[in-house]
């Protein structure tokens, strides 16, 4: 079993729409989680960075970590064209312990 | 600013040449990364630099030869790579090594035949 576990998908929704990605992991000791957009082609950007459990809200982009259920969640409201990209999870127990990827989700938001 | 940048962004190489990746960062950071990326798979860490010594090595072969001159710079020497070794090359930093929020540059994507 992977540590953390990702939809690939392709996941394909209307331009307007609610978009839900999601993590699972299995590590308990995991405290910092981290959600990165890719463009085709290009390095990941840094889109969210939330510390233990809790929401975190940043314009259309909402993150959410349950620690109990081992879940975190990335809201994108209002989805545009402009947001079609792959969409990583990251997260990492701290203390210099390197960062453990999902595998991405290949998000297209159709016009 | 919490831009990387890295040179140059694409790069062709016969198995028998040697060549070497720039990656820089002005943001202060004392934590810098290599990473390679396959096609549609997530970053794989390579190297990882912390106040310019290597402090982690993630079994890499040593036809891959990670340098960090200064805190802002970090290169990537290459040399008799494999045709397997294509991919998309990536470098973040982070203030520290405690400090979980790693910035990533817009990669070098190599080639090699």
């Known amino acids: 079993q992977k540590e953390v576990e990702q939809d690939p998908g392709p996941l394909s929704v209307p331009e307007g729409a609610i978009v839900s990605l999601n993590c699972t992991y299995s590590?308990?000791?995991?405290?910092?989680f981290m959600w990165y957009r890719q463009y085709s082609r290009k390095g990941p950007e840094l889109l969210m960075y939330?510390?233990?459990?809790g929401n975190k809200e940043d314009g259309r982009f909402t993150a959410q970590v349950d620690k109990s259920s081992k879940y975190i969640s990335l809201f994108i409201r209002d989805s545009q064209p402009s947001d079609s990209a792959t969409y990583l999870c990251a997260m990492s127990a701290g203390g210099a312990q390197k960062l453990v990827f999902g595998q991405g989700t290949r998000l297209t938001i159709n016009p | 600013d919490t831009e990387v940048t890295q040179t140059p962004k694409h790069l062709v190489m016969g198995m028998t040449n040697k060549k070497s990746l720039k990656c820089e960062q002005h943001?202060?950071?004392?934590?810098m990364y290599w990473y390679k990326q396959k096609a549609k798979k997530p970053p794989e860490l390579m190297f990882v630099?912390?106040?310019?010594?290597?402090?982690i090595n993630e079994s890499v072969p040593s036809r891959f030869s990670p340098e960090c001159p200064n805190s802002s710079l970090l290169n990537l020497h290459l040399h008799a790579l494999q045709p397997e070794d294509s991919a998309l090359y990536l470098c973040a930093s982070s203030r520290d090594r405690n400090q979980e929020t790693q910035y990533f540059g817009p990669g070098t994507r190599l080639l090699v035949l």
């Open positions: 630099y912390s106040y310019e010594k290597l402090s």
């Open positions: 590590n308990s000791a995991f405290q910092y």
């Open positions: 939330t510390y233990s459990s």
């Open positions: 943001m202060g950071h004392r934590a």
